[in-house]
Each structure stands twice: as C-alpha cells, then as structure tokens.
C-alpha cells in the first residue's frame, strides 16, 4: 500500500514534469507564431525595397532555425522522460530488492 502510493506519487511529479516542459514549449511556440506574423506584417508594409524572392529565402532560413529549435526541444523533452523512467525502474528494482 505505501509503495503504491509512492509509485504514485513519483508518477505525479514525473505528470508535472511533462505538463511543465509541454507549457514552456507552447509558450516558445507562440513567440515564434508572433515573429512570424510581425515578419510578414513588416513584408507587406515594405515599400517593395527589398525582392520578393529573397524576402521569400529569409522567411525559408527563419523557418527552418524554428523547425531545427521545436526538434531539439522535442529530443530534450523525450530525453529527460526517457531518463525519469529509467530512475523509476531502477527504484522499483530496489524496491523489489528490500
């Protein structure tokens, strides 16, 4: 009954974890919603100084920083829980040990 009740409880701070990494990831995300919509708000304000073709290249090389940034946060999130599931099996492990 109390290892249940510690197993639930590191569930819940691993919950907790996750909700926390997912909140920062979608607030990252809004900025970067945000940038782009200035982005492209500035573009079509622009008097036309600047072409077209490589306004179209730089929006390109921006998304992709974006991508490249979402996949490396994607990995870390996926690390870290990777890690936490691991520490709770070898718990468990000396838990069953005891």
Do not use: C, P, W, Y
Not at 17 to 26: S, T
């Amino acid at each position: 009954m109390l290892s249940r009740l510690q197993e639930l409880r590191r569930e819940e701070e691993t919950l907790l974890r996750v909700k926390a990494a997912l909140h920062d990831q979608l607030n990252r995300l809004r900025v970067e919603e945000l940038a782009l919509q200035s982005m492209i708000r500035s573009r079509e304000e622009a008097d036309g100084s600047v072409s077209s073709s490589s306004a179209v290249e730089e929006m390109h090389k921006t998304l992709g920083q974006m991508d490249n940034e979402a996949a490396i946060n994607q990995t870390e999130l996926h690390l870290r829980l990777q890690d936490h599931e691991e520490e709770e099996e070898e718990e468990e492990e000396e838990e069953s040990d005891s």
